[in-house]
């Protein structure tokens, strides 16, 4: 469930999650972000007392957004249709520069940015084994490891089809 943030925490995340799209490569500074957000660096500190405080909470809200428009696409009218969707979606992270900034986010070395993008990283491998454990159903297949197993390996191959697509 999203819990309501305060418009300036909002719009802080916000663009801190634009920069990261469009930087491609590292993470912004907290004034890039104070920038972008057109407020105070004061402002940005109070909401989020640290670089990787932010980044952390840019990466749950970016997992939030990214398991609603993957839920989206599994829900196609057909199996064929939610597989043709989720290559869509996987393309359209590239250009949107998702990707970028979930590249940006899994570089960082400090605890609780790791920490929330492992988390959300596992929450998308959960969310993937779910929606394709209803894919194969769909389509009369049996896979032969274990749905959350499965979970994994996908989510290992959305983010392998995003690099290769950036490159």
Request: glycine fraction near 6%; charged fraction near 20%; hydrophobic fraction near 50%.
């Given at each position: 469930m999203a819990t309501s943030r305060p418009d300036s925490e909002s719009t802080i995340l916000a663009a801190a999650?634009?920069?990261?799209?469009?930087?491609?490569?590292?993470?912004?500074?907290?004034?890039?972000?104070?920038?972008?957000?057109?407020?105070?660096?004061?402002?940005?500190n109070y909401h989020f007392?640290?670089?990787?405080i932010l980044l952390a909470a840019v990466a749950e809200e970016m997992g939030r957004a990214r398991a609603a428009r993957w839920a989206r696409a599994f829900e196609?009218?057909?199996?064929?249709?939610?597989?043709?969707?989720?290559?869509?979606?996987?393309v359209a992270e590239r250009r949107d520069g998702t990707a970028a900034a979930w590249a940006a986010l899994r570089a960082e070395v400090t605890r609780v940015t790791v920490q929330a993008v492992n988390s959300e990283t596992a929450s998308f491998a959960r969310f993937?084994?779910?929606?394709?454990?209803g894919l194969l159903s769909a389509l009369g297949l049996q896979p032969t490891v274990p749905a959350a197993e499965l979970g994994w390996y996908l989510a290992a191959v959305v983010q392998g089809a995003e690099i290769l697509l950036q490159a």
């Amino acid at each position: 469930m999203a819990t309501s943030r305060p418009d300036s925490e909002s719009t802080i995340l916000a663009a801190a999650e634009r920069l990261l799209r469009k930087r491609g490569v590292g993470t912004p500074t907290l004034e890039a972000v104070a920038r972008e957000a057109q407020c105070a660096k004061g402002l940005v500190n109070y909401h989020f007392s640290s670089k990787p405080i932010l980044l952390a909470a840019v990466a749950e809200e970016m997992g939030r957004a990214r398991a609603a428009r993957w839920a989206r696409a599994f829900e196609g009218p057909s199996a064929d249709a939610a597989i043709r969707s989720t290559w869509e979606l996987i393309v359209a992270e590239r250009r949107d520069g998702t990707a970028a900034a979930w590249a940006a986010l899994r570089a960082e070395v400090t605890r609780v940015t790791v920490q929330a993008v492992n988390s959300e990283t596992a929450s998308f491998a959960r969310f993937l084994s779910q929606g394709v454990s209803g894919l194969l159903s769909a389509l009369g297949l049996q896979p032969t490891v274990p749905a959350a197993e499965l979970g994994w390996y996908l989510a290992a191959v959305v983010q392998g089809a995003e690099i290769l697509l950036q490159a």
